[in-house]
C-alpha cells in the first residue's frame, strides 16, 4: 500500500460540532502515508427501506457508500447524545450497511465532548453497532477526549498530551489497517 486511504464521518450536523473540528485536525496530524477525507452527513436521509426498494440509493446516500467502499479504513467520530450515538451517525451507519460493504472493513471509532467522560457511553454504543456488522474494530488504544472544546482551535488539537496520545492513535491504526491487508 503506497498510500492508505481514510475516510473519517463525524457524527455530527452542526457547522461548529467539536467532533468535526476533531476530523479536520486528523488531517494534519496523519502518518505522511495516510490520507483522511472527510465525509459530511447533512445530506443523507433518514434510512426508509421503501425508498431503497422503489429507488435505490439517494444520491448522498451512494456517494458516502462509494466513499466507503474505497477507502481502506474509516473512523466514526461521534458526539454523545443522551448516552448515545448521535442519531445521525447511526443513520447513515443503517444506510451504509445494506448489502455488507461494511463488514471486514477497518475501523476506528473516536469520540469527545466538553464533559468529564469524552463521550464514552456514545462510543461505547458506536462499538457495538461496528462489531454487530463484522467490521474490524480498533480496540485499543481507546481515544474519547473529555473537555475537548478546551483542547480545539481553529481545527487543531491545542493540548499536547492530547496531540501526542491522537497521532500515536493513528499511527496505531494505519500500521492495523496495512496488517489487516497483508
Do not use: C
Request: charged share 20%; hydrophobic share 45%.
Amino acid at each position: 500500500m503506497d498510500t492508505i486511504n481514510i475516510l473519517a464521518i463525524p457524527g455530527s450536523l452542526r457547522q461548529a460540532s467539536l467532533n468535526r473540528q476533531l476530523v479536520r485536525a486528523l488531517q494534519s496530524v496523519a502518518p505522511s502515508d495516510v490520507q483522511i477525507s472527510v465525509f459530511y452527513l447533512n445530506d443523507i436521509p433518514i434510512y426508509n427501506q421503501d425508498v431503497e426498494l422503489a429507488d435505490g440509493f439517494p444520491a448522498a446516500v451512494q456517494e458516502m457508500r462509494d466513499k466507503i467502499e474505497a477507502a481502506d479504513g474509516l473512523i466514526f467520530a461521534t458526539p454523545e447524545y443522551n448516552g448515545a450515538m448521535s442519531g445521525a451517525l447511526k443513520n447513515a451507519i443503517d444506510w451504509a450497511s445494506r448489502g455488507g460493504i461494511m463488514a471486514q472493513k477497518p475501523v476506528a471509532p473516536i469520540s469527545g465532548s466538553p464533559g468529564a467522560l469524552g463521550g464514552t457511553k456514545a462510543q461505547e454504543s458506536l462499538r457495538a453497532v461496528l462489531n454487530h456488522l463484522g467490521m474490524h474494530v480498533l480496540s485499543r488504544p481507546a481515544v474519547a477526549i473529555p473537555q475537548m472544546n478546551e483542547k480545539l482551535a481553529d481545527d487543531t488539537i491545542t493540548d499536547e498530551m492530547t496531540l501526542k496520545f491522537v497521532t500515536d492513535w493513528l499511527s496505531t491504526f494505519r500500521n492495523w489497517i496495512v496488517q489487516l491487508n497483508k
